[in-house]
């Protein structure tokens, strides 16, 4: 038996004085003490004494010894594979047995060392863990019982799944029913451990856990009404999850599961109740939903609005009483990172505007400060994703509730009140639009309540409307609107600025075009707005400039509008270092405002074009820098190279050949070069999108590039990486028309890919019509060699395109099927009904493309005959008979 390690006394004195220094909040102290311990880290017993004095030095004062102990946490996390035998062995046996300590500080301390030597993969070398930790469950001493649960349910947070596998003979066949055992154990704090190791495997629908469902969903019930908070958060919390995974369990119980949580989301202590509200959110996923819910939902509505009101500890963190602060500077913390998307390009639809496949980001977010999940957003959240569920007959409870809560005088209640309206605004829209006249006139006027809060809630609302305002006559309600939203653009408070900001934004893509005669007085306010807003509401404001922008076009390129817009941004260009991340939404807002001004933009285009092209070089050369000496250079943020590539995009688009002088004096080919094999796919994306837009603009100085960039286009046709996927197509398109017949040699390269993709089962909507236009342009440049493969195609190609507005695209692209089909008919005539189809799709098609139509639809009716015609367009719905009738007379 080896003897017992002792401490020299002289060391410990020296680490307890350390520990005591490092209490103290000076930040040097801090540092200095940061050095010596890395120090002592080389001595192989530095960590006998940590545990030492955590487990053994009961004369120190608790908080020194849990930080000893904190401070092992972090060796065993950094350094355990290089600790010694002998210490490794000192600290587990010490562990196990202080699990029991009278302090739950230190107990909680000791769990916390056990779990992390535990999550170093050495559940599998320490075999004695679980066992011994399951016998001092049943231990007869209070503290070693809590202890073993506390040190069981951190174990079971991190290591979940090593617990359910082969690796260690299945301990969970007997943990699990040992910790049901522990569902009535007399102690509150024993019992919520036992629930919440438990609920550790339902998501992964555990089988161990599967085998006890019943029992375990019977104890549940047993403790539905425990006199202990926590507990009944954790019973909240198993149901939610198992509604998630073992709804059949759940059914035959289901009406009084609902009138439970009916109740637990009242429940006094906020945290339950919080539990419980989530329930309600993951019932309205289930396709039972509203099978079940349909008799409960005049008790649940008024629950969940009661909810909806602010706590007055929201209102303090909110500081709810401050009404102006628009002087005083942000908090950089409270700044919340941004994430650019990057350029895709995307075709034009019958209807409107551009297809936008990204979610909409109006979620209930009106109060970010405190973005912690609270009980004022899960019940606004719940109630939203139940409008969708319910729809209209949700009204039925809520128009009642809502007509007390609109008017009532008191403003925490009024602006409850607000917030329903906006939350069911998606869910509800047809049933509320009777309503609207005289409830949008109602926030309109709100938006000047002397609470700043109301004013902020009743911006979100109103722009969940904007589309309902949109579609009526201007002057009812767009105008009295905009009017108001402009002035809380320029509130004194700043949460307001934003939530006016923002609900503009939506406006502003809701209105397009309907702004315009707006425009100077709409400018007037942004651009006073620069001079006033904090840091925070600049990000912001950016984002409303763009959309303005993207909104409505070229009506923004009036001398005397660029003379208002223009100097402030530059200005603010001009102020920003090349590594401010403010640059991101700066850069995204000025190539929204080029691709508007067009050649308004030229006066301002070679310094930004300068800039953008100095991003990517610099990006590029750090991170070959990181990429031969990582050690010495870190990795650059690349989002920089990302969008100033967008950025060039968008001078691309909005000036065309204009753009060409600076391509020749620029290296930029070179660049996009290395670019567009970036192993990131954010910038492969963005440098595809370039490559097109300058082949658009300036060919001359991308031909001589084609054969290096051809290849690569070819590698990136890899539908896995869908925005990758289809800027390499839509790049490939508009080479093609610009190569003509030169594009010969580089077809095999790519065509194979393509027609695979078209093929491909759920391929998204954008993806397959950017790859039917290539197709198109590439058989209507090289016919010869991709009209072998028509019959392969033809099918998917004709209906992905029936749906695009007529457009010089999709125009090359039928000019290209017409082609290959005089070179190989015999690829038609299977899918020909699909072909009249698509032909049907153009409004007005130029007339000499209207005649290869004709002709194929003439020479396919004769070479058929009379009477087989007859029969074969007899198949056509009746729109379509009579549109190839009128229109090609067949």
């Known amino acids: 038996m080896e003897c017992e390690w002792k401490p020299d006394e002289q060391g410990l004195q020296q680490i307890l004085q350390l520990l005591k220094e490092s209490q103290s909040p000076d930040t040097s102290t801090q540092r200095s003490v940061q050095q010596r311990l890395e120090q002592l880290n080389q001595y192989p017993d530095f960590n006998n004494y940590l545990i030492f004095v955590l487990t053994k030095l009961k004369s120190e004062d608790e908080p020194t010894r849990s930080l000893s102990g904190l401070i092992l946490k972090n060796n065993v996390k950094a350094h ?23 302090s739950p500080l230190i107990r909680a301390t000791v769990g916390i060392l056990i779990t992390t030597i535990a999550s170093k993969g050495e559940l599998q070398n320490w075999p004695e863990l679980l066992p011994k930790l399951c016998l001092l469950l049943d231990s007869e001493d209070y503290n070693t019982c809590e202890g073993a649960f506390g040190a069981l349910q951190k174990i079971c947070e991190d290591s979940a799944e090593i617990l359910d596998s082969d690796m260690l003979d299945r301990p969970l066949n007997i943990m699990i029913p040992k910790f049901l055992q522990f569902f009535k154990h007399s102690s509150p704090k024993i019992r919520s451990h036992a629930i919440a190791c438990v609920n550790q495997f339902i998501i992964s629908r555990t ?7 019943d029992p375990f969903i019977e104890n549940l019930f047993a403790l539905a009404t425990d006199e202990e908070p926590e507990v009944r958060k954790n019973v909240c919390r198993a149901l939610v999850m198992l509604l998630e995974v073992r709804l059949d369990r759940l059914l035959p119980h289901m009406h009084n599961i609902i009138e439970y949580m009916l109740q637990r989301t009242q429940d006094p202590d906020e945290n339950v109740a919080l539990e419980a509200c989530e329930f309600w959110l993951t019932l309205a996923e289930q396709p039972v939903c509203k099978e079940v819910l349909c008799g409960h939902l005049s008790q649940l509505t008024p629950v969940l609005v009661n909810g909806m009101k602010y706590s007055e500890i929201d209102i303090i963190l909110l500081k709810g009483d401050i009404e102006e602060d628009e002087a005083i500077p942000d908090n950089e913390q409270d700044i919340r990172p941004r994430f650019h998307r990057s350029r895709t390009v995307a075709q034009q639809h019958e209807g409107d505007g551009i297809e936008d496949d990204e979610d909409d980001d109006d979620e209930l977010d009106d109060d970010d400060t405190i973005s912690d999940w609270n009980l004022r957003k899960c019940s606004a959240a719940a109630l939203d994703v139940l409008a969708n569920v319910f729809r209209d007959d949700l009204l039925l409870p809520i128009l009642p509730l809502l007509k007390e809560l609109l008017f ?3 403003w925490v209640v009024k602006e409850s009140g607000i917030l329903v309206l906006g939350a069911i605004a998606e869910g509800c829209m047809q049933g509320m639009i009777p309503y609207l006249p005289e409830l949008i006139p109602h926030l309109v006027q709100c938006l000047s309540d002397k609470k700043a809060l109301v ?12 589309h309902w305002v949109v579609s009526q006559p201007p002057d009812t309600y767009l105008k009295p609107l905009m009017t108001e939203l402009l002035k809380r653009i320029l509130d004194s408070n700043k949460r307001v600025q934003e939530a006016a900001c923002s609900a503009f934004a939506t406006l502003e893509e809701e209105a397009c075009t309907e702004l315009v005669p707006y425009l100077a007085f709409i400018l007037d306010t942004l651009v006073f707005a620069f001079s006033k807003y904090q840091h925070k509401n600049l990000l912001i404001l950016y984002d409303a400039i763009g959309t303005l922008a993207d909104s409505v076009g070229h009506h923004l390129n009036k001398p005397e509008y660029i003379q208002m817009l223009m100097p402030p941004l530059i200005q603010k260009w001009n102020q920003l270092k090349d590594e401010d991340k403010d640059l991101f939404p700066l850069l995204e807002c000025l190539s929204s405002v080029a691709t508007a001004l067009q050649s308004g933009f030229l006066p301002y285009c070679e310094p930004v074009y300068q800039r953008c092209v100095n991003l990517v070089q610099k990006t590029l050369a750090q991170a070959m820098l990181h990429q031969s000496q990582p050690d010495q250079y870190e ?10 590539l967008d950025l060039l995009s968008g001078l691309a688009e909005g000036l065309g050949g204009t753009i060409e002088q600076l391509v020749a004096r620029s290296n930029i080919l070179n660049l996009m070069y290395q670019c567009m094999q970036d192993k990131m796919p954010e910038v492969r994306q963005s440098s595809f999108a370039l490559l097109g837009d ?7 100085h991308v031909k001589p590039c084609i054969a290096d960039f051809m290849p690569i286009l070819g590698t990136n046709l890899n539908p896995e990486l869908i925005s990758v996927c289809n800027n390499a197509t839509w790049a490939i398109g508009e080479i093609s028309i610009q190569m003509g017949p030169e594009m010969q040699p580089y077809i095999a390269m790519v065509l194979h890919q393509l027609v695979e993709i078209i093929n491909r089962p759920n391929t998204p909507k954008t993806l397959l019509e950017n790859t039917a236009i290539t197709i198109g342009r590439l058989g209507y440049v090289c016919p010869q060699e991709v009209a072998p493969m028509l019959q392969q195609f033809i099918r998917p190609w004709c209906t992905s395109l029936r749906n695009i507005r007529d457009n010089e695209e999709k125009d090359s692209a039928f000019r290209g099927i017409c082609t290959m089909i005089s070179v190989n008919p015999g690829g038609v005539v299977q899918d020909f009904i699909f072909f009249c189809d698509a032909v049907a799709s153009w409004v007005n098609p130029n007339e000499d493309l209207r005649d290869m139509f004709c002709k194929i639809l003439h020479g396919f009716k004769n070479q058929v005959g009379e009477e087989n015609w007859r029969r074969f367009s007899d198949q056509f719905p009746m729109p379509l008979k009579e549109r190839l009738a009128s229109f090609y007379g067949v």
């Not at 089988?207 to 469902?213: C, F, N, R, T, V």
């Not at 990795?635 to 100033?644: E, G, L, R, T, Y």
Request: some cysteine; hydrophobic content about 35%.
């Open 455 to 466: 004013r902020s809630i009743t911006c979100w609302t109103l722009s969940r409307y904007a």
């Open 207 to 213: 089988q161990a856990l599967m085998l006890h469902i």
């Open 635 to 644: 990795s650059p943020d690349k989002d920089f190279m990302i969008v100033a």
């Open 694 to 700: 300058l082949t658009k603009a300036c060919f001359q």
């Open 80 to 102: 355990y594979q290089n600790f010694p035998n002998g210490v490794s062995d000192f600290i587990k046996s010490e562990c196990l047995q202080n699990i029991g300590d009278s």
């Open 408 to 410: 009532h005088p008191e």
